[in-house]
C-alpha cells in the first residue's frame, strides 16, 4: 500500500470545456496524472493587471504522485493557454488504499 502523502490532487482552470478536455486527454495519455476530472463551468472573480476580472472557467481536479509533479507542472504551464495558468497542488492526507495504490500504478515512468 502507498502512504497517501505522495499522492497529490491538482486544482486547475481552463478558459472552456474543449481546452479541458484536450489538455485532460493529454495528461492521463503521458502518465503524468492517473485522471482528471473536468467539473464544469463556474465564475471566477480574480485581479489581473490592476483590473477586476469576472469571467467563465471550467474547474477541473487532477490526481498524481509527488514525483510527477515537476514534470506536470512544466507540462500544463506548455499546453495551457493563460499566461499564468491556475495549478495549486494538495497532499492527500487519507484515502482508499486501492485508489491510491491504482493512481500510483497510473503515474509509474517504468
Known amino acids: 500500500m502507498?502512504?497517501?502523502?505522495?499522492?497529490?490532487?491538482?486544482?486547475?482552470?481552463?478558459?472552456?470545456?474543449e481546452t479541458a478536455d484536450r489538455i485532460a486527454r493529454e495528461l492521463v495519455d503521458s502518465r503524468l496524472v492517473a485522471c482528471v476530472n473536468v467539473l464544469g463551468t463556474g465564475?471566477?472573480?480574480?485581479?489581473w493587471q490592476d483590473e477586476t476580472v469576472t469571467g467563465p472557467e471550467v474547474f477541473a481536479w487532477a490526481k498524481t504522485t509527488r514525483s510527477r509533479y515537476a514534470e506536470l507542472e512544466a507540462k500544463l504551464s506548455e499546453l495551457h493557454p493563460f499566461e499564468v495558468p491556475c495549478i495549486v497542488a494538495y497532499p492527500v492526507r487519507a484515502g482508499l488504499p486501492?485508489?491510491?495504490?491504482?493512481?500510483?500504478?497510473?503515474?509509474?515512468?517504468?
Open 43 to 47: 465564475r471566477s472573480v480574480y485581479r
Open 2 to 17: 502507498n502512504e497517501p502523502t505522495e499522492i497529490l490532487g491538482v486544482y486547475l482552470t481552463f478558459p472552456d470545456d
Open 98 to 110: 486501492a485508489y491510491l495504490d491504482w493512481v500510483v500504478e497510473e503515474t509509474a515512468t517504468g
